[in-house]
Nanobody, 115 residues
């Protein structure tokens, strides 16, 4: 089963940018559907973005036009570029790898958007 480690979170002011990374190991990265999810305090985990094995991406309406998901299969890494961040984007962001008969999660990275 693939192991996932997120990084790149932090504190940023509204309107700022962050780039999250998720490094995968222990599996064949190129075969996985890779996604980002987030969970704000007191709320359920929600979908943010997903990228297919072929590079096609889908976004939640709330982040469309501001966030970009990408993957580097040579480096076994998926990225989430987040621009024009808003206080409502504050959450723990989780990486997910979805393969045939399996689904793996990272430990999460905190993103806080505040002035």
């Amino acid at each position: 089963q693939v192991q996932l480690v997120e990084s790149g979170g932090g504190l940023v002011q509204p309107g700022g940018s962050l780039r999250l990374s998720c490094a995968a190991s222990g599996g064949i990265f190129s075969t996985y559907l890779m996604g980002w999810y987030r969970q704000a305090p007191g709320k359920q985990r929600e979908f943010v973005a997903v990228i297919s094995r072929g590079g096609s991406s889908t976004y939640a309406e709330s982040v469309k036009g501001r966030f970009t998901i990408s993957r580097d299969n040579a480096k076994n890494t998926v990225f989430l570029q987040m621009n024009n961040l808003k206080p409502d984007d504050t959450a723990v962001y989780y990486c997910n790898a979805d393969g045939t008969g399996s689904s793996s999660w990272g430990q999460g990275t905190q993103v806080t958007v505040s002035s």
